[in-house]
Every structure is written in C-alpha cells, then in structure tokens.
C-alpha cells in the first residue's frame, strides 16, 4: 500500500468511528435521527444525549488521539529513538500531577483555565526533566529517566489525591492514572481546544527539520536547521498538546507508541511522512478504544488506559525484544 | 510463623492489660461514665444522648459533614480516627464500635478486656428505634432515648398528611456509579417516608453516567452535600450541563452523613424533604 492508500484508509477509519462513537452509548439510544423525532420529549432528551454528551466525548478522542499518535512521532524522531512517547517519558503522568493539583485545591472552580494551564505546566516540567536527565546517554537511559520522571509523577499524582480534602479523590485515583472521557462536557473540552490546536501546530510543523535530524546533528546544522529550535518547537508542542488534553481525561498510555509503529511500514521511515498517518492511527485507536469502554458488558465502564494497556504493553514487549536481538 | 504470631499477640495483649492498668471494668454494674465512639454512626447516637462532657471522643468524619446541630457539637468535642492507640490514650470506659470499625482494633480491644458495644448499621426506622434503645440502656440515657423516639415517632405520623400524594420519582446522583444509592439504604427509607421513590432501587443498570441517568428520567435528582466546596473529578459529572439544562430548580442536595447514618432525628430530615418534594411538584414537574 502506498502512503496516500494509508492516509485515505486511516481518514476513512477514523470518520467511521467518529459516527460509531457517536451511536454507542451505554443505554442503547443510537440513531441519530432521534434528534429530529415527533415527540417533543424525545427529541429533547436526544438533543442533550447527542449533542451534550457524545459529541464533545467524540471530539475529545479524535483531538487526544491525534495529539498521542502526533506527539509520539515527533518524540521518536527527535530523540531517534523508537520508544519515546509522551507516555514513557513522563509527560502524561506530569499533566496528570499538574491538572490533579489544579482541581482538587479548588484553583479549577475558581478559574477553570487553570486546569489546562497547570496540565501544560505539569507536562513541561516532566519532559524538562527527563530530557535533562536522559540527554547523551543513549536510547535506554533516556527510557529510563522517562521511568523516573513518570514514577515520581504518578507516586505525586497520588500524594496530591490522598492529601485532597475531599475523600472521593481517592477512588478518582484511576481516572488519572488510566485516563477516561466519560461525562466530559463542552466546557472542559473547549477549555482545552486552543491549547491542544496550538500544540498540533507546533508538532505538525517539526517535520523538515526532524528529516534533517535523522541524518545526524552535524548534517542537520550544515543543512540550516536550527537544532535548539527545534528542540523547543517540539518540547512546547507536546506540553500545549498533551498537557491540555491530560488536564481533561488523565494520562492515556501506549497509543502515543504505538500509532508512530503501526504506520511506518507503510508511510517511510522519514520522520516528517510518519507524521501526519501517526495523527489519525493515534485518533483511530483512541476512537475505538473509547468506543470499546461502553460497549464491553462489564458491570463497571472499563478505563481507556486498560484497552489501550491491553494492546499496547504486548507491542511494548515485541519492540524491546526487537532491539535486543539487533543489539550487539 | 504460628510461633511469632503468638508472641506478638502476647506482647499486645500484656500491653493492653498495662493500659488496662487494673481498673474497674465497668459492665452492668452500672451506667458507663465515659464513652468513646469509632463509628461515625455511633458518633450520632452518643451526641444525641449524651452531654458532651461525658464522650470522651467522635471520629473525625464526625466534623466534616451531617445534621448541623450535631456538627456543632462535634467542633467542640475531641476526635479519633479508630485507632487502638487512641482507645488507650483515652482511656474511656466504654467503647460503641461499628461494623466497619477497623477489624484489628475491635479484636486487640476485646482481648484487653475494653468494655466495646457493637452496633450494625440500620436501614429502617424499627432499626433506628432498636439500636438507640440498645445504646441508650448501655450509657444509662434510657428516658432520653425515649424522647427521641416518641419525636421521631411523631415526625413519621405527621409525614403521612405532608408527603406527595403521588410519589415523586427520585435518584440520587453525585456523579460517579458508586454515589448512587440503590435498594435497602437508609436513603430509600428517608426517601419513601417523604413520599418519594427511587428509580434506582428497581432498575440497576451496569453502573451509571449521566447518560444513563438521563435515560432513567427521574423527576428529581439528589445529590450529596458532603464535600461541597471540596472540589473533585466527579463534580464536573455531578453537574453536567446536559443535567443542568434538564433538572433546572429539580436538583435537591442532602447531608450524607444524616441519609448513611441511622439515628432519630433522620426523620426531621423526611420530613423536610417531603416539603422539597411538595415544592417541585407545585412547580410543576413534567
């Protein structure tokens, strides 16, 4: 399959799933053309179901997912290295610490921007972190660091809920930890929205450079390609993107590794062509996973980090197995 | 291990017999002088038929949120957080303990020969009755557990001419599944008494969100006033526009500690609900 093949099939992928996510719900109500119904009654019940509920929830994983499978190809090709996500390296957990900070000390009711705001700071400050503990030591002690960082942020995420005053925040522990779009409204996602539009930007537009990178720092620079500038594009870019995002529906992990894989195969290995296809893999996993959590016939919603763990961890595997046998 | 097993628990228990320090265990010799709760329901009944100066501590749930009468008391009383250690320190001569008071310090205060009442839960009025009865012949308070009943009993007689002839159909929703009281709570009792019926307590859906909540269609919605202005995730869902928009005026908040906790004054509580209840049937509920 070619590459514009690939991107007509995601696109495709991805637009099927946004009407399927649009028809799932937990009790059944799916056509939309109850929205246009006789019945006064059930046109407006229809009306807040489908226009209040699942249709922010549906741009919600179209715009994290996006923003998880962009940030992950951008991450990899900046570092060169095939396991950096914003996952794995810490930003997640980070926005995740940031936003949990934000809400439970009462700074989110009274001003609601300083949600997203304190998720980008949370993301920034990790990736800062993991990049200055893991820079120039190689692919796994930048892995490792992301550990670190991540490990520290979530044993903070769950300090800031333990110490929170009201005691409900520690049964809200796994939302954070495993992310979720339930019950998500306008208000929390257009909050966000100019954020995460912001951070797809800067992302989108790293890939001349990241192609140049991929030759070697030295090859890059002669080819006019301001190397820290890059770095910053790139590192601003995934904490708007990630860390508004984060701030709405906790740390979502693996598609950010995962959507990058899937399609090099098929995109070419050059950082910028992976991108884009990286975009709508990381939407359409995001997308279906979602879709998955209200349809599975469990007492309790399953949380989208349990779906996305559930495939991602395996690939996980696969890639450090991967790399031992081409290591030396 | 069987071996360090049993030195340990001769250790403890030899700690607690020092603690003990060979004083007079009180029984039915006579009424209790001192008397500590590690129950937040008991907290209630001691408040309720005790001066203050004979409890000796509430747990520190106590403090946080329930009848405000009660609330005010429990600001001037010490707290615990049922522990052994602070049943020790305390030194009380009776301890009213729950079901769900920490196993290990129920088990460590019968083998130091405390002086412990258990109480269960209740669900229903007869419990309400037959537990503050029961604490209140252990405390010697037997008259005034009396009084409360015969008010309690009253406030159940007058709800019959106050409550909505046609019951209103009611859920209670704080925005997460496990804030949605289902059959046999107290809640459904409270709720019945002031002419209500929850929706909830027929139909249990696996597990809820607020689309479901609105497929369920109650009349009116309850939500807990615990944690007001302790923000959490839950409040966003708790509130949701598409609930805002719909349950406009038809959105009743309740103390969880008065609807999870039986004791008489409760039927205050039905009482003023019923009056609620009236209120957004005159207003005019679809």
């Known amino acids: 399959m070619s590459r514009r093949g690939l991107l007509l099939l995601l696109g495709t992928t991805v637009a099927l799933l946004c009407l399927l996510s649009l028809m799932a719900g937990r ?68 926005a995740a610490l940031g936003a949990v900070i934000a809400i439970y000390s009462g700074a989110g009711a009274a001003l609601p921007l300083a949600v997203p705001v304190a ?21 796994l002690v930048l892995v490792l660091a992301g550990a670190a960082v991540s490990a520290l942020m979530v044993t903070g995420t769950a300090l800031a809920l333990n110490l929170a005053p009201n005691p409900y925040a520690v049964w809200e522990i796994s939302q954070w930890l495993l992310g979720s779009l339930t019950d998500r409204s306008w208000q929390q996602l257009l909050l ?56 709405v529906t906790g740390a979502i992990g693996f598609i950010g590794l995962l959507a990058p894989h899937l399609v ?55 890639l450090v197995l991967r790399m031992k046998r081409e290591a030396p | 291990m069987p071996a360090r097993r049993y030195i340990h628990s001769l250790l403890l228990t030899s700690l607690f017999a020092l603690a003990a320090g060979g004083r007079a265990v009180a029984g039915d010799a006579g009424p209790p002088l001192r008397v500590m709760s590690l129950n937040v329901c008991n907290d209630q009944l001691l408040m309720l038929l005790l001066p203050p100066e ?22 001037r009383l010490p707290v615990n ?5 602070e049943v020790l320190a305390a030194r009380p001569d009776l301890v009213v303990a729950g079901r769900f008071t920490t196993g290990t310090t129920r088990r460590l205060l019968r083998r130091a020969g405390i002086p412990m009442m258990e109480i269960d839960p209740v669900m229903d009025w007869e419990g309400i009755r037959r537990v503050t009865r029961e604490v209140a012949h252990r405390v010697g308070a037997v008259e005034r557990g009396e009084e409360l009943i015969a008010a309690m009993d009253a406030d159940l007689a007058a ?24 059959a046999d709570t107290l809640f459904n009792t409270l709720l019945e008494a002031a002419g209500g019926v929850n929706v909830a307590s027929s139909v249990q859906p696996r597990g809820y969100d607020v689309e479901q909540v609105l497929r369920m269609a109650p009349e009116v919605l309850m939500r807990g006033s615990a944690y007001t202005g302790r923000p959490a995730l839950r409040d966003a869902a708790a509130l949701h526009p ?45």
């Open chain 1, 27 to 94: 009790t059944g109500l799916a056509a939309p053309a109850l929205l246009f119904d006789a019945d006064p009654e059930t046109q407006q019940l229809a009306r807040l179901i489908f226009l209040e509920l699942r249709l922010p929830r549906m741009l919600l994983g179209l715009l994290v997912g996006a923003s998880l499978g962009l940030c992950g190809a951008v991450l990899q090709g900046l570092t060169r290295n095939p396991l950096a996500e914003p996952g794995l390296l810490g930003v997640s957990s980070g």
């Open chain 2, 159 to 182: 709800l019959a001419t106050e409550r909505p002839a046609v019951p209103v159909r009611v859920m209670g929703w704080g925005g997460a599944s496990e804030d949605v009281p289902a």
């Open chain 1, 119 to 139: 998720g980008l700071a949370g993301a920034l400050v990790a990736s800062l972190l993991t990049l200055a503990l893991g820079s120039g030591g190689g692919l």
């Open chain 2, 81 to 85: 957080h049922g522990s052994a250690e």
């Open chain 1, 264 to 318: 090099r195969a098929t995109s070419g290995h050059e950082p910028a062509r992976v991108l884009l296809p990286s975009a709508l893999m990381g939407a359409a996993l995001l997308l279906a996973a979602d879709i998955a959590t209200r349809l599975m016939p469990f007492a309790q919603e399953l949380k989208l980090g349990v779906l996305t763990g559930l495939i991602g961890a395996p690939f996980f595997i696969l």
């Open chain 1, 192 to 247: 966000a929205l100019p954020f995460m539009l912001a951070g797809l930007a800067l992302l989108a537009t790293c890939g001349r450079g990241l192609n140049a990178l991929s030759l070697g720092e030295l090859t890059a620079a002669s080819l006019g390609v301001d190397i820290r500038r890059l770095r910053w594009q790139a590192l601003a870019g995934t904490a708007l993107a990630i860390g508004a995002a984060t701030a």
């Open chain 2, 54 to 75: 004979r409890i000796t501590s509430v747990t520190w749930l106590s403090r946080v949120e329930g009848d405000p009468d009660l609330l005010a008391i429990a600001q």
């Open chain 2, 242 to 286: 598409a609930l805002r928009q719909r349950y406009a005026g038809r959105i009743l908040t309740y103390p969880e500690g008065v609807y999870g906790c039986g004791s008489p004054p409760a039927s205050r509580w039905a009482r003023r609900l019923a009056q609620a209840l009236r209120e957004v049937r005159a207003a005019g509920s679809p």
